[in-house]
């Protein structure tokens, strides 16, 4: 019964538009990526990823103060694959600097 009120909300939330729910989940994850790739260092192991990464979150939330939620989702998805590779690459600089 708890699974089908669950799944009646999700369809409710997204057939009414409520992208402003959308993005603040995302943003919130996004955003925690992002902060991961500084706590590994990518600020330095990988600065191409880890700042395009940061720059399209800075959008996204420009896009999101529009009400244009879809590009502000979208920038989100691209952040997050950036903040995806930066953490991987800089994780993989740490690991072979101890050696």
């Known amino acids: 019964m708890r699974l089908l009120t669950v799944c ?4 409710a939330l997204s057939s009414t538009g409520c992208g402003g729910v959308w993005y603040s989940a995302r943003a ?6 992002v902060e991961q ?3 590994v260092g ?12 940061k720059e399209r979150m800075t959008k996204a939330m420009e896009e999101a103060s529009r009400a ?3 590009d502000a989702i979208d920038l989100l998805d691209e952040a997050e694959e950036f903040a995806d590779k ?14």
Do not use: F, L
């Open 8 to 11: 009646c909300a999700i369809v």
């Open 28 to 33: 919130n994850t996004v955003a925690g990526k």
């Open 37 to 39: 790739a500084k706590e």
């Open 42 to 53: 990518a600020e330095s192991a990988s600065p191409y990823e880890y700042y395009s990464a």
């Open 68 to 70: 244009d939620y879809s």
């Open 86 to 99: 930066a953490i991987s690459q800089a994780t993989a600089v740490r690991k072979g600097a101890g050696r």
